[in-house]
Structures are given as C-alpha cells and as structure tokens.
C-alpha cells in the first residue's frame, strides 16, 4: 500500500471513529462500499402488560441489564451487567441493599405441574451470584446465592442460609437457616460458621458501595480527552497494520 492508500486508509479510519452516522463515509475511503447498519432496542427498564417496573432512585441497573414487566427493585440494591429480570406472567420483588450479579436471571411461574403459582420474593441484603438463575423462588433476607446456581420452583432459602456455587435446588426444597447446600441435586453439606454469615451481610454492603461508584460512572458523559486518546490508539494499531 502506497503512501496515498495509507493516508486515505487513516483519513477513513478517523471518520467512522467519530460515529455509526459517518460509517459510510469512512467505509468508501476505505474502498468498502458495503455497509451493514448496526440497530440496537434494547431497553433497560420496559413495561410488559400494562405493568412497569418500579426502581428506588438509589438503586443501580446496569445500562445493559433487563428489567421487564411487575418488578420492584428496593433502596440500594444493584442489578448488574448483562441480568435479566422477567416480571410478565408473575411479579418479581427485590428488597434493600440486594445485589444480583452479571448475566443472572430472575423469572417467574404463572403455573407448573402442580399447578402452583410462583412469584419470585428476594429479600434485603441478598448476594445472588454471577449467572445465576432464579425461578418462582423465595430467598429471605440475608441469604446468599453462588454463582451459576439453579433455584426452582417453590424453593425457600432461609434467612442466613447459603446455596453454593453450581448448586441445582429441586422444586418446593427449603435449606433452613444456618445451612450451606450444594450438589446436583442440592442436598446438605454443612452448617454454616459465625464467619460466613457475617460474610453475607459484609459482600451485600460491599456490593452497595460498588454499585454507587458504577453508577456515577455510567452517568458521566464520555471524556473527550479520553475519546480522542482511544482514538489515536486505535490509529496507530490500523497503521502499524498496514505496514
């Protein structure tokens, strides 16, 4: 590539950088006449059968989590990166001071084999952990959920209660509190120490503390100092490509 393609090749590299609404321009510089329009509809907070979902103003949802439909999200609590909360055919109640992690879903049960109908009740001061999936459960407050844990149906996690990591709870099970079950399916492991249960309040309040630096974060426009450094960085790559 000669010094006029390189020149060209940067001059386009610089104008899609600016925004999806010059792409086109920056793909012809680029000698590349076929664009592909990149449409996103995500919403973070949507209303689904006349229902909306109700945040505390000091709660934080992650600009890429999913709260659908008859939620309620309480004081202090924290929906992180890639969740999704489903509240269509059954309400979801979420307390105080809950943090449910990236890529965790949380739905409901308008009915089952039994014929039972399942809401999804989380209390205050809950750690539910990464990918986990919550379905027309209870978890009472200051309990503890690892991550990618299954909780079905009718489940009941006590009050100081923990449910490890990978853990697949069977319908209509309840662990008692002061209890840690595990296993596929979840069975007793153990009773939990003095530590550990001082451990669930402590990752709820760190969760908190997190969650506000995030959502400071995400609501500051981005820098133009930094835009441009990223920029730059991004044109140096292309050149040191084209070399």
């Known amino acids: 590539m000669g010094t006029l393609g390189r020149a060209a090749y940067t001059v386009g590299f610089w104008i899609r950088e600016t925004g999806q609404a010059m792409d086109r321009l920056g793909s012809r510089l680029q000698g590349n006449n076929f664009f592909k329009q990149q449409l996103s509809r995500h919403r973070t907070l949507m209303n689904v059968f006349d229902k909306a979902p109700v945040v505390a103003k000091d709660a934080f949802v992650a600009p890429s989590a999913s709260v659908i439909g008859d939620i309620q999200v309480g004081s202090g609590s924290s929906i992180w990166y890639g969740c ?32 039972k109908v399942h809401p999804t009740v989380i209390g205050d001061n809950v750690t539910v952990g990464h990918s986990a999936v919550l379905h027309g459960c209870t978890v009472e407050d200051e309990a ?18 923990m449910v490890a990591a990978g853990a697949l709870v069977r319908q209509d099970t309840r662990i008692p509190s002061g ?13 939990l120490t003095d530590e550990e249960i001082a451990f669930i309040a402590e990752s709820a309040a760190n969760y908190k503390s997190l969650a506000q630096v995030h959502a400071t974060q995400n609501a500051e426009p981005l820098d133009q100092t930094d835009f441009l450094k990223v920029v730059q960085k991004k044109a140096n790559e292309a050149k040191t490509l084209i070399q």
Do not use: C, Y
């Open 179 to 191: 209890e840690v079950w595990g296993g596929n399916p979840a069975k007793f492991l153990r009773k």
């Open 84 to 115: 999704v909360l489903r509240g269509d055919v059954n309400s979801i109640s979420i307390g105080s001071g809950t943090n449910i992690q990236d890529h965790s879903l949380v739905h409901v049960a308008k009915s089952n084999l039994p014929g």
């Open 144 to 161: 503890f959920v690892g991550m990618k844990a299954t909780l079905l149906d009718g489940v009941v996690v006590e009050k100081h209660a």
